[in-house]
């Protein structure tokens, strides 16, 4: 079993539905959670920022954590053209000298105007 | 891209020779990481390092070197490129204890 699980895809939506992204891991040791946005040639972008269970908002994205589940999700609201990307999750371990993000394979998103 | 800038942008190379990738910031961030991105596994680290001098290996480092004698230069060496080694390779960096890694734009490197 992979660490970070994450469904490739590709999702298609029509411009202006709820997006939900997710990801599932098997450590339950794992403390930061992240998502990064990455548009094609283009490195990863940090979205969302999370330590340990709940729910962070930003504008149009909701970064979500149930950790008693393994279970992270992304969701977009009122999705744009623009927010067409792969979106990846990443996972880290707590404590001082742990630098090492282990990330899901992406989902490919097309939203379509 | 956070101040980070990579060279080459681009290579092709061929099976055996040596080929060293550049990544530049100019954050002054203490920590620089090197990752692999390949369709089906994802991004993958291969080293990184905590300070001028000071570096580690990471999940998949096996065929490759770093060095950083400056805070602002961090350099991933194929010593002998294998076709294995063709993939998009990114640079990361971060500060401090913080969790956040910015990466830079990328270099996408073919071996033949």
């Known amino acids: 079993q992979k660490e970070v699980e994450q469904d490739p895809g590709p999702l298609s939506v029509p411009e202006g539905a709820i997006v939900s992204l997710n990801c599932t891991y098997s450590?339950?040791?794992?403390?930061?959670f992240m998502w990064y946005r990455q548009y094609s040639r283009k490195g990863p972008e940090l979205l969302m920022y999370?330590?340990?269970?709940g729910n962070k908002e930003d504008g149009r994205f909701t970064a979500q954590v149930d950790k008693s589940s393994k279970y992270i999700s992304l969701f977009i609201r009122d999705s744009q053209p623009s927010d067409s990307a792969t979106y990846l999750c990443a996972m880290k371990l707590p404590g001082a000298g742990s630098y090492q993000l282990t990330f899901g394979k992406g989902t490919k998103l097309s939203v379509i105007p | 891209d956070a101040g980070i800038t990579q060279s080459p942008r681009h290579k092709v190379t061929e099976t055996g020779t040596p080929v060293t990738l550049r990544c530049h910031q100019t954050e002054n961030h203490r920590y620089m990481y090197w990752y692999r991105q390949d369709p089906g596994h994802g991004l993958r680290l291969i080293h990184y390092?905590?300070?001028?001098?000071?570096?580690d290996k990471g999940e998949v480092s096996d065929g490759y070197s770093v060095s950083r004698s400056k805070t602002e230069d961090f350099l991933l060496t194929l010593e002998s490129a294998t076709s294995s080694q063709t993939s998009v390779y990114f640079c990361a960096i971060s500060e401090g204890d913080s969790n956040e890694q910015f990466f830079g734009p990328g270099t996408r490197l073919t071996v033949l």
């Open positions: 390092s905590y300070g001028v001098k000071d570096t």
């Open positions: 450590n339950s040791a794992f403390q930061y």
């Open positions: 999370t330590y340990s269970s």
